[in-house]
């Protein structure tokens, strides 16, 4: 085997044959390969004979035999698989299939190359992905965390299978809140009271709360005050905030029109707070190993120009109608479907009675932009499940106006990566104590905090420095991983107990994987004096797959290549993040009983150190695609 083949998708080829060739009448039909969960009935099955035993209206056991009769006569299928016998057919028609050791070892050593077995796309895409979503003058929080790491995942699996990706940080920095913020920074500047060459995020951030407050006019209130005669001192206090508030307010309106007209002074203190912002969030992001940049943000504002022209456009061609003062665009036809084929019905608002533009309108113009300017013919929203309904409205939207219409005449493929919420152990949405959303860069240093603990308790011979650095890596990898682990869908419980622990599917396990084998070459280089660099000898050696350990690691190796795709496919990151954990335990088996240095010949040493090399690139890959740190050593 001279280029790498997908061992389930040489299966799957083989089984189909066998099926079409059993069944001529039930045409192409999807064998079901799947990885078997009992090694000893076999390393994969076909489960096709149960699905299909309706269809042919014979027995699944009978439908099994014929397939099994047909797919022992496939000549490809028998250089990779024992033959079949009696007991290949188990229960109600499963199809054990057994994978011969040298074949193993002849996939392996095909994948074996720089690329893992993953080969270049036939069609190259350029991907565009939104991710992060941070708003003006505010720290990135936990609310944050899910669109910054799985947005990034995403991002990095694309780029890994060979496509070219734009990310998109959607930066909300327009509208009336951010005038508030922009009008009360200008305010305090001009008296004196802050340095604009100084100022930092969380000045800003208590800046735009102050704002949010001073122009909030507390009309209950003052109506209370009125309804139930609480005195001239409560009415006059009353009147005082809510008539400040108001001045505050249209004070802030007028910071808008002057910000939307480009008024220098107002646009220049707005510029100030938005390069604030985004340099912070870029270093957050650093720390967190996600892939965010300062070129990479698209803020609402530079959409600003095009969304008049985007309705402007819409009520031209009759695709955007009046409706009670609003414009709006009916998604009840026949195409106005979401992801599941199912009729929206309910209408876009694209712009709002008052004249106001939504996000839906910026939405729009973002999908006319990333398909027309970028070129891209798939665009991906890692964003909260709960804005389900908007990206479908968005999505049905796009593609009746033709701004999801690639040059070819297709539609560019539209996917929201929904996300659920980060809770605490009470069930509840992750906050602070006291209420307030926890910052990234806090949940980062706490991380950081109680990974030392057990890497200094493991590790204590490294320098202290060393230590450190470690324990950043071990608890960035907590963190994202234990996002990343889980069904982006659901919501999950935010523990750093479970998180950073060394055992069980987190990412210090990995992490510790990782480390083992690296510590395995070192011990080579050290001990047997064998050379461990790019050239060395056993990169070479001809691998045998023997024992059950080495048969089960090697299985799980080649399903790699698979797991990227999979990822990819589904949007789904805990899906290759399941991959690197059963990898990871079919590796701490195979160490546990087969011995690699201490081997019983140089034969057997040389294939198994060469099985650990390319299961520490696999997960070395793996890790890196999934946006994860990682150490040589712990």
Partial sequence: MSAFSDPIALLDSAFRSATSAAFPDVGDTDPLITASKQAALGDFQANVAMSLSKRVGKPPREVAAAIVAKAGT?????????????????????????????????????????????????????????????????????????????????????????????????????????????????SDAKAGKINLNTLKLDDLDRAYKQAQRECTADEDGLAAVEKFNLGPKARAELEEQVFGAREKLAAAKLTLVKLQSHDPEVFAVWERIAKITVDECVAVCARLHAIVRAEDTAGESSYSNELGEVVDDLVKRGIAVESDGALVVHLDGPDDLNDHGQKINEPCIIRKSDGGFLYATTDLAGIRRRVRKFGASRLVYAVDARQSLHFQQVFAAARKAGYAKMPNGQNAILRHAGFGMVLGDDGRPFKTRSGENVKLTDLIDQSHQRASVEVNRRSASLPEAERD?????????????????????????????????????????????????????RKAQAEKGLDTGANAPFRKAPLAIVQPQEKTLALAILRYPGALRSMADSCEPHRLCGFLYDLAGAYSSFYDACPVLN????????????????????????????????????
């Fill in 469 to 521: 650095k470690i324990a950043e890596v071990v608890g960035v990898a907590a963190i994202k991983y234990a996002d990343l682990a889980n069904d982006r869908m659901k919501d999950y419980v935010f523990s750093f107990d479970r998180m950073v622990a060394f055992e069980g599917n987190t990412g210090p396990y990995l992490l510790y994987a990782f480390a083992r084998i690296k510590s395995i070459l």
């Fill in 74 to 186: 496939n000549a490809e299928l028998a250089q990779i698989a024992e033959p079949f016998t009696d007991k290949s057919i188990a229960g109600p028609g499963f199809i054990n299939i057994r994978l011969k050791g040298d074949a193993l070892a002849a996939l392996l050593t095909s994948m074996d190359t720089k690329s893992l077995g993953v080969p270049a796309p036939q069609t190259k895409e350029t991907i565009a992905v939104d991710l992060c979503g941070v708003n003006l003058a505010k720290q990135m929080h936990v609310g944050h965390l899910r669109a910054t790491i799985i947005g990034d995942a995403l991002a990095r699996v694309y780029e890994r299978l060979g496509h070219n990706v734009v990310r998109q940080n959607h930066l909300g920095d327009w509208g009336l809140p951010i005038a508030m913020v922009t009008a009360k920074v200008a």
């Fill in 599 to 634: 081997a019983e010949d140089e034969a057997t040493m040389l294939s198994r150190l060469r099985l650990c090399d390319l299961t520490g690139r696999v997960l070395e890959d793996g890790l890196t695609t999934l946006g994860l740190p990682i150490v040589d050593r712990m």
